[in-house]
C-alpha cells in the first residue's frame, strides 16, 4: 500500500511539474492576452548624456498593467527601467506605442521587442528577441 501511494505521489509531481512548464510559453501574445509577461534577450542601452550602458547580451522583463493597453519594461544591467508606456494594435498580434515617431517609439510582438525611445535626453534602445 505505502509503495502505491509513493508511487501516485511521483507521479503526481511530475504531472503538476508538466503543467507549470507548459503554462509559462514563449508563444504568448502580448496582443490577445489579459495578463502578460515575457522576458526577450539581446541588445539593450542607455544614455543619459553621463552615462552610456550598453550590452550584447541583456534582457527586458515585460509586463502588462492591469489597465490593458500599458507595459511596463524592466531592463537588466542597472538600465533604468520604462513604466505605464501605452500601446495600441497594430495588424493581429504587434504593439506600437502611443505616439510613436521615427525617432521614439516601441514595438512588441510575441517573438520581438523593439524600442528606441527618448524622454527628457534619456535614450533607451533595445533589439531584442524570445
Same mark, same amino acid.
Given at each position: 500500500? &505505502?509503495?502505491?501511494?509513493?508511487?501516485?505521489?511521483?507521479?503526481?509531481?511530475?504531472?503538476?511539474?508538466?503543467?507549470?512548464?507548459?503554462? *509559462? !510559453?514563449?508563444? /504568448?501574445?502580448?496582443?490577445?492576452?489579459?495578463?502578460?509577461?515575457? +522576458?526577450?534577450?539581446?541588445?539593450? !542601452?542607455?544614455?543619459?548624456? !553621463?552615462?552610456?550602458?550598453?550590452?550584447?547580451?541583456?534582457?527586458?522583463?515585460? +509586463? &502588462? =498593467?492591469?489597465?490593458?493597453?500599458?507595459?511596463?519594461?524592466?531592463?537588466?544591467?542597472?538600465?533604468? /527601467?520604462?513604466?505605464?508606456? %501605452?500601446?495600441?494594435?497594430?495588424?493581429?498580434?504587434?504593439?506600437?506605442?502611443?505616439?510613436?515617431?521615427?525617432? !521614439?517609439?516601441?514595438?512588441?510582438?510575441?517573438? %520581438?521587442?523593439? =524600442?528606441?525611445?527618448? &524622454?527628457?535626453?534619456?535614450?533607451?534602445?533595445?533589439? *531584442?528577441?524570445?
Amino acid at each position: 500500500m &505505502k509503495k502505491a501511494i509513493r508511487i501516485l505521489g511521483i507521479f503526481m509531481l511530475v504531472f503538476v511539474a508538466t503543467l507549470s512548464f507548459a503554462a *509559462c !510559453s514563449d508563444d /504568448d501574445d502580448p496582443v490577445n492576452n489579459d495578463f502578460f509577461a515575457g +522576458t526577450y534577450k539581446g541588445n539593450i !542601452s542607455y544614455n543619459d548624456g !553621463s552615462t552610456n550602458n550598453s550590452t550584447d547580451n541583456g534582457s527586458v522583463f515585460v +509586463t &502588462k =498593467i492591469a489597465s490593458g493597453t500599458k507595459y511596463n519594461f524592466a531592463f537588466s544591467n542597472g538600465i533604468p /527601467d520604462l513604466n505605464g508606456v %501605452e500601446f495600441q494594435q497594430q495588424g493581429d498580434h504587434t504593439l506600437v506605442m502611443v505616439g510613436a515617431s521615427a525617432t !521614439s517609439y516601441i514595438r512588441i510582438d510575441n517573438n %520581438e521587442l523593439k =524600442i528606441l525611445y527618448i &524622454k527628457d535626453g534619456k535614450t533607451w534602445t533595445a533589439n *531584442c528577441t524570445r
